[in-house]
């Protein structure tokens, strides 16, 4: 670190020192250059980072900058070229009730998925993290879900719901619970219940792994103290394991609401936004929008809102992965 | 040392990206092809083989190379859309003729009245057929296969149900759906199309037409709230609810259905029988059962309805703008006898050139002439021609489904349908 300084103070053909508190201030070499050896580092570092930088801004960067400008054109098929409107296409995206009606749809889908993930997530890694026999093994198939691709996922869980073949309909006919197959996935609630179901699939590995991670630094001293003192499974789960796992908990909230607003593939193989827009999250919008609808200019507008309502958790953990780095 | 590395660093590294950026910017490779064909029909188990055969005599007679890129039926023209927006689009392509109209805008497209004699083209194809690759005046695409959408019937269904004659009125059609559901067990007796909304909209305008009413009307005003499109919606409602027509169905559902002897009637194209061979597994066994028959009237005496089908072939870019065009070349190839005729029967449908009509192979074939018979004065689909055809079904397909599933009654969802194609036109 102080190598300039150490190295000499021969300048302009006089031998002094420089002065304390200034060492560094002057070049030490004729042919050291400014900033010394740490600016070098620094522009390698940039260097190395050059690949990323140009993936990033040829895949990310470049394509949502387009996505920002042609959100002020309107730009349908029929058009050769984009003509501008300037917030024309916000103005129409927030008086569109169907548009609006997607955010609300977005909301319920979030909240549902992302807490019913949490809830059996969790409760799956206090139920792999006792001692018993087969854990290993219970472990290993429980991330099954999470290996297997999301779309054939959701074509299994479609032929389950699927009111002809599906396995539901078959128990439930059996059992004497209904008259006559079941449409599950042609009403509103069976629908949303339909995408959360699946999602929740997929999901729990995922968190179960997180906090399955969190559950092996707990104190298991600490907790046979508690119970020691009388402390039953509800004040060991509240009292010392939640407060445990919150820092796990706080980056898997977000991770599942990033998550989330970003899903498509399930909902788009099981139900394709339908019945009547009741599962049409954002992304199934945009995607309507885009390429069924061919509107570009308002895909690319629903596509910027959507981005803005998935930046504030995504800061939210950046920010946190941030402070875990400090 | 450590500046030496520094500096030899720098330069791995900044050669390093620049290959990496040569690599991401570089041109793409060389065609390999003479002609890129773009075709849903060689995604699809009917129709790869002969599409193959097409190519392998059409390079043995011309030393050309063709090379057929296959996409879904569902994802073509969203790919050609995307292609368009990246400079890649292929020589030749494969386009639903009711979905012409959303491509005459591209810069690529050609008139083919510039490339062609008009006196040959109209020679070449029976009357009526050339139309369908025609838009605002210019010959964008030429026809391939044509036909009509209407309603055919699986006789071996029927037959189990107890119907004896097959129904001509909108009122026999529902005895008949009644008869199947009561007598053959965990049928749908009508396939009516219920899930996609590109699906729902030939439906949808099929009923409206017969209860007497319009979609849209001759100055392209939307007439979906009229007496008589609330009728299509209140019978179409009925039809679900009462079991003779099910959620969750879309075309293919319903060719499967209709080939595993569970569903006695649904809307198809011609190629409905080919469908019937595949999905049954009894291939041409089960031809005898397919029936094309008229649809339901209102009234005896009222014309049944039936729309406009076809695939037309669409040539693509400045360079294939002449006739000795290898795309122009392959075109031909495709509506010569010996290429459509098979071809076209294959997939059971009409080839549309004068002479492919006329080929005894077709003339003898009783299930495309009694299709023929069944389709009296086919109608135009008037949602495909519009502009913004495709956010026009989407309304029309919510707005249905949201009626036959019991969201809003037939009047509110007829109203709000009317009231949002009002905006939308």
Redesign the interface.
């Known amino acids: 670190m102080n190598a300039p300084r150490e190295a000499g103070s021969r300048v302009g053909g006089s031998e002094s020192l420089p002065p304390a508190g200034r060492a560094g201030a002057l070049p030490v070499s004729v042919h050291a250059r400014r900033g010394g050896?740490k600016s070098?580092?620094s522009?390698?570092g940039l260097?190395?980072l050059?690949?990323a930088i140009?993936a990033f801004a040829?895949v990310v960067a470049m394509p949502f900058a387009r996505a920002l400008l042609l959100s002020l054109y309107r730009y349908?098929?029929?058009?050769?070229e984009p003509a501008f409107v300037g917030l024309a296409n916000f103005a129409a995206v927030f008086a569109s009730e169907s548009i609006r009606g997607s955010f609300v749809t977005t909301l319920i889908y979030v909240v549902l998925a992302t807490t019913f993930s949490i809830v059996l997530g969790l409760a799956w890694a206090l139920i792999l993290n006792q001692p018993f026999r087969g854990r290993g093994v219970l472990r290993s198939v429980s991330l099954l879900p999470w290996i297997m691709p999301s779309t054939v996922t959701a074509f299994l869980w479609g032929w389950i719901f699927?009111?002809?073949y599906g396995v539901l309909n078959a128990v439930a006919l059996e059992l004497g619970l209904i008259d006559?197959p079941t449409?599950w996935?042609?009403?509103?609630a069976g629908a949303m219940a339909a995408i959360v179901i699946t999602k929740v699939w997929l999901s729990i590995p995922l968190f179960m792994a997180f906090f399955l991670a969190g559950l092996q630094n707990l104190d298991r001293e600490q907790l046979e103290a508690a119970r020691v003192d009388g402390a039953g499974n509800h004040a060991i789960l509240f009292d010392h394991v939640l407060p445990h796992l919150r820092p796990v908990l706080l980056v898997v909230v977000v991770l599942g609401i990033i998550g989330n607003l970003q899903q498509f593939d399930t909902i788009y193989a099981l139900t394709?936004g339908?019945?009547?827009?009741a599962t049409a999250v954002l992304s199934i919008e945009v995607y309507?929008r885009a390429?069924?609808?061919?509107?570009i200019g308002m895909a690319a507008t629903v596509g910027v809102l959507w981005v803005a309502t998935i930046l504030p958790p995504a800061y939210f953990y950046l920010r946190q992965l941030m402070k875990g780095a400090d | 040392m450590?500046?030496a590395m520094?500096g030899f660093?720098?330069r791995a590294?900044?050669v390093?990206?620049g290959v990496?950026?040569f690599g991401?910017l570089a041109p793409l490779p060389a065609r390999a092809a003479d002609v890129e064909f773009m075709t849903w029909t060689y995604t699809e188990e009917t129709g790869k083989a002969i599409v193959e055969t097409m190519v392998e005599d059409f390079e043995a007679e011309t030393a050309l190379t063709v090379e057929p890129q296959g996409y879904a039926w569902g994802e073509m023209s969203?790919n050609l859309?995307l292609r368009a927006r990246s400079n890649t689009l292929p020589d030749v392509t494969q386009v639903q003729g009711r979905l012409l109209p959303?491509?005459?805008?591209l810069?690529a497209a050609i008139d083919l009245n510039e490339v062609i004699e008009r006196d040959e083209l109209e020679a070449m194809f029976a009357p009526g057929f050339l139309a369908m690759g025609e838009v605002d005046g210019r010959q964008i695409a030429l026809p391939w296969i044509g036909g009509t959408i209407g309603m055919v019937a699986n006789a071996e269904v029927l037959e189990q149900a107890g119907v004896e004659t097959i129904p001509t009125t909108v009122e026999a059609f529902r005895a008949a759906l009644e008869k199947v559901r009561d007598e053959v067990p965990?049928s749908?007796p009508y396939g009516l199309a219920?899930?996609?909304?590109n699906s729902i909209v030939l439906d949808y305008l099929v009923w409206v037409w017969t209860f007497g009413g319009e979609v849209i009307d001759a100055d392209g005003q939307p007439q979906v709230d009229s007496p008589e499109a609330v009728a299509a919606l209140e019978f179409m409602a009925s039809l679900v609810k009462e079991?003779l027509a099910?959620?969750?169905i879309d075309r293919p559902d319903a060719r499967r259905l209709f080939g595993q002897g569970a569903m006695a009637f649904y809307f198809d194209a011609p190629v409905a029988r080919t469908f019937a061979r595949q999905f049954s597994g009894r291939g041409e066994e089960i031809d005898a059962a397919v029936k094309p028959v008229p649809t339901p009237v209102l009234g005896d005496g009222d014309t049944p309805v039936s729309i406009q089908w076809g695939h037309v072939i669409m040539p693509l870019g400045e360079d294939n703008a002449s006739a000795d065009a290898a795309a122009i070349k392959w075109m031909m190839h495709l509506l010569s006898d010996a290429a459509l005729v098979d071809y076209a029967v294959d997939q059971s449908a009409l080839p549309v050139t004068a002479s492919g009509i006329a080929a005894e192979r077709v003339q003898n074939d009783a299930y495309l002439s009694d299709w023929a018979a069944a389709s009296i004065e086919p109608r135009r689909n008037a949602i495909a021609s519009l502009?913004?055809g495709?956010?026009v079904s989407?309304i029309i397909g919510?707005e249905m489904?949201?009626a036959i599933?019991g969201?809003k009654t037939p009047a509110e969802a007829a109203s709000s349908m009317q009231s949002r194609l009002e905006d939308a036109l």
């Open positions: 050896l070098g580092e522009r390698f260097l190395l050059l690949p140009l040829l349908t098929i029929d058009m050769s699927n009111s002809r006559y449409a996935l042609s009403t509103s394709g339908g019945p009547v827009r309507k390429f069924e609808q061919w509107d | 450590r500046e520094n660093g720098e590294v900044v390093a990206a990496l950026a991401a969203k859309f959303t491509f005459a805008g810069d965990s749908v219920t899930k996609n909304e079991r099910a959620p969750e502009d913004n495709p956010a989407a919510e489904q949201a599933l969201q």
